[in-house]
């Protein structure tokens, strides 16, 4: 059978990527242009900057991808990029770019789903058996997906105000802990104790998700107790805050499995990088005797590569998308 190459661009918000990758499972070469640096003086990602910068870097990064391959553009079978969720201007660099190329190189032109790439970042270098249970844990997401089969997408749950990694971030700010907030906490989560009382975390919806009454707490935590002239232990208070996050995951996650006799967990999303979480998870999956998979650490991030693995799946059931295609800012899968 002859193999596929699929060259993927991922620029939905501040990072600039373009892999190629061989059978929906082979990294044949990825490029990862990272704009930290930059939205780190804001506190936060600007999407004007990131739209803009994405502009100045997408021929070098995908020059550079080719080198690193040694192949040419004339050598692959489909283009895909992200095209939704997203930041539009980020967004539309990508789609349009990736259409061209499509275009000029009359090879397929493949649209996918952010959320989609996240979930089979997992399939680089595995095998996935379904049905299977996904959680998708990010800055701007918070999802228990049900999955029957490799296109199939049945949300079960989902953040009902901020997601896991969007209350990471907050409160990061509370500790004065710089952008991005997510790995900041977890290290001074290692050096401290769940010392501090967490408020329970009560949802309507047996696989939903909150995270904003946490947050709160943990801000008039901060507040009062410089109110009172104490000092809080931030490593204390990251630990306490991780814990609690950590524990809501599991127990949805769980619940899920076992509500629909799936023997099946796979993590993914930014969050999914987070060590405590995998761990916590990993043990939860252990005790029920659930098979786990967290893709490596540089796929759980923005990257191009676990959007070749999407697409791939699309390009099999030749799923291919016409130029009309839209950049979307905020769709589910």
Do not use: W
Request: aromatic content about 8%; hydrophobic content about 40%.
């Amino acid at each position: 059978m002859k193999d596929t190459y699929i060259l993927a661009i991922e620029t939905s918000c501040d990072e600039t990527s373009c892999s190629i990758v061989k059978n929906g499972k082979e990294d044949i070469a990825t490029v990862v242009n990272s704009q930290i640096d930059v939205h780190k003086l804001f506190g936060g990602v600007v999407p004007e900057l990131a739209s803009r910068m994405h502009l100045e870097n997408i021929t070098i990064v995908i020059d550079e991808t080719l080198k690193k391959a040694n192949m040419k553009l004339e050598d692959m079978d489909a283009f895909a990029c992200t095209y939704a969720p997203g930041l539009m201007g980020s967004l539309l660099v990508g789609l349009e770019t990736t259409k061209t190329l499509s275009l000029v190189y009359n090879k397929p032109f493949i649209k996918v789903n952010h959320m989609m790439g996240h979930i089979y970042a997992n399939n680089i270098n595995n095998d996935l058996a379904y049905p299977l249970i996904a959680l998708v844990i990010s800055g701007g997401h918070t999802d228990l997906i049900l999955m029957e089969n490799e296109t199939s997408f049945k949300y079960l749950g989902s953040t009902l105000d901020d997601a896991v990694g969007e209350s990471f971030d907050k409160v990061a700010r509370i500790l004065n802990l710089p952008y991005p907030g997510g790995p900041n906490v977890e290290k001074y989560a290692k050096e401290g104790k769940p010392t501090y009382k967490m408020p329970e975390i009560n949802t309507k919806g047996k696989y939903d998700f909150s995270f904003s009454g946490l947050k709160s707490h943990c801000i008039n935590l901060a507040h009062n107790e410089k109110q009172r002239g104490n000092v809080i232990n931030e490593f204390d208070l990251a630990c306490s805050f991780q814990n609690v996050v950590s524990k809501e995951l599991t127990i949805k996650a769980e619940r899920a499995l076992k509500d629909f006799d799936v023997k099946t967990l796979i993590l993914c999303g930014g969050v999914a990088a987070n060590s405590f979480i995998r761990e916590e998870l990993h043990k939860m999956c252990d005790k029920n005797n659930i098979n786990f998979y967290v893709p490596e650490r540089r796929y759980c991030t923005d990257n191009a590569t676990m959007i070749g693995a999407a697409a791939y799946v699309l390009y099999k059931n030749k799923n291919f998308a016409d130029y009309s295609a839209n950049a979307e800012s905020s769709i589910r899968l």
